[in-house]
C-alpha cells in the first residue's frame, strides 16, 4: 500500500507526490523520534515505522520510508548518532518501506532482504484491488544481499538484528526483525496498530499467513516487548493478540462463504466484519478492501 510511481521514488527532490491513499506535500512532513531504549529508536514520517539500532561502530536500520524523505531521516539519524549506517533491513517490497534504497546504499548501507523483495521490486508489480502498476526499481534501489528462507543475523557493533522470513504473509517476501537486547520487534505491514492490515494477494500474500506470523510474534514477545508496526503507533503484546484474533474471525467468517461458492461480491454485500469495522477500518472503503484481500487470498491459496 502507499505506493510511489517509480520517478517520484528516483526524485528525492520532488515536493508533491500521490501516494495510495492522498497527494503528500513531503516539505511537511516531519520526522519524529521515540527512544526505545538501549540504544535503539523507532522513526515516524510519512509510510512504514523506522527502526534504527546503534552499535559501536555503526547503525542497523529497519526500512527507509519513501525516497523524498531521505534527506530528513537521514538528518533525523544524525542527531542520535554520528555513526554510519551499515545495514539497511528491508521487511516488504512496498515503496512506503523501501523508497529510501537507492540513497542509504549511496552512502555506503549494505541494502539486506528476502529475495523475493529483490524480485518483486526488479521486475515491477501489479496492484490486486486497483490494477496499479509499479514500475521495476532501478538496479542502485535493490538489495545487494539476499537470502531466502528461515532466518539471518546482522551484526554492527554488538548490535545483533535477528531477521525472520514469513512465508505469504503480508506478501511473498516479508521479514520481521527482533533486537534482543533491546527487547523490539519490528513486524513490518504484517502488523498495523489498530487496523485491518493489507493483504497483497497478488504478490504472494495472504490471511493465514499472516496469521502465521502474528502466533509467532506473539511466542516472542513479553509484557516488556516494544512492538514497532509496519503503521500506527507502538504497540503491547497485548494489543498484538487482539489484532491476531480479529484475523482469524475475519478469515473464520470470509472462508465459510468463499467454500459456500458464495462470489466476492456477495461477500462484500452481506458485510461479513460489520461489527468489527467500526473500530478496525478507517471508512467504508478500507473496510471492503479488507474483506476483498481476505477473499481473494484463498482464491491464490
Do not use: C
Not at 80 to 102: V, W
Not at 274 to 297: C, I, M, P
Request: avoid cysteine.
Amino acid at each position: 500500500m502507499y505506493r510511489l510511481a517509480l520517478a517520484a521514488l528516483a526524485a528525492t527532490t520532488a515536493l508533491f507526490v500521490t501516494t495510495a491513499n492522498a497527494q503528500v506535500d513531503f516539505s511537511k512532513i516531519e520526522i519524529k523520534t521515540t527512544d526505545l531504549g538501549n540504544k535503539t529508536y523507532r522513526l515516524e514520517g510519512q509510510g512504514g515505522n523506522i527502526t534504527i539500532a546503534v552499535g559501536t561502530d555503526g547503525i542497523i536500520m529497519v526500512d527507509s520510508q519513501f525516497a523524498p524523505l531521505s534527506a530528513k531521516i537521514k538528518a533525523a539519524i544524525a542527531a542520535i548518532s554520528p555513526l554510519p549506517i551499515k545495514y539497511l533491513i528491508n521487511t516488504h517490497f512496498h515503496g512506503d518501506h523501501t523508497g529510501g534504497n537507492a540513497s542509504f546504499a549511496k552512502d555506503g548501507a549494505i541494502v539486506v532482504a528476502q529475495d523475493n523483495i529483490r524480485v518483486r521490486l526488479a521486475a515491477g508489480t501489479t496492484n490486486g484491488i486497483t490494477g496499479a502498476k509499479t514500475p521495476p526499481v532501478p538496479a542502485d534501489g535493490l538489495p545487494q544481499e539476499t537470502y531466502f528462507g528461515g532466518t539471518r543475523t546482522v551484526e554492527v557493533g554488538g548490535r545483533v538484528a535477528k531477521l525472520t522470513h514469513v512465508t505469504n504473509a503480508h506478501t511473498d517476501g516479508d521479514t520481521w526483525v527482533y533486537f534482543a537486547d533491546a527487547n523490539v520487534l519490528a513486524t513490518g505491514d504484517i502488523f498495523t496498530n489498530g487496523r485491518y492490515p493489507n493483504i497483497d494477494f497478488a504478490n504472494g500474500g495472504g490471511v493465514n499467513g499472516v496469521i502465521n506470523a502474528v502466533v509467532a510474534f506473539l511466542k516472542v514477545a513479553n509484557d516488556n516487548t516494544k512492538i514497532v508496526p509496519g503503521h500506527g503507533p507502538l504497540a503491547t503484546k497485548s494489543q498484538l493478540t487482539e489484532f491476531r484474533n480479529v484475523l482469524a474471525t475475519a478469515r473464520d467468517r470470509i472462508r465459510k462463504s468463499y467454500d459456500e461458492g458464495k462470489s466476492e461480491q456477495e461477500v462484500l454485500a452481506a458485510k461479513p466484519l460489520a461489527d468489527l469495522d467500526g473500530k478496525w477500518a478507517a471508512n467504508e472503503q478500507a473496510a471492503a478492501n479488507f474483506v476483498r484481500v481476505v477473499y481473494n487470498s484463498f482464491r491464490r491459496s
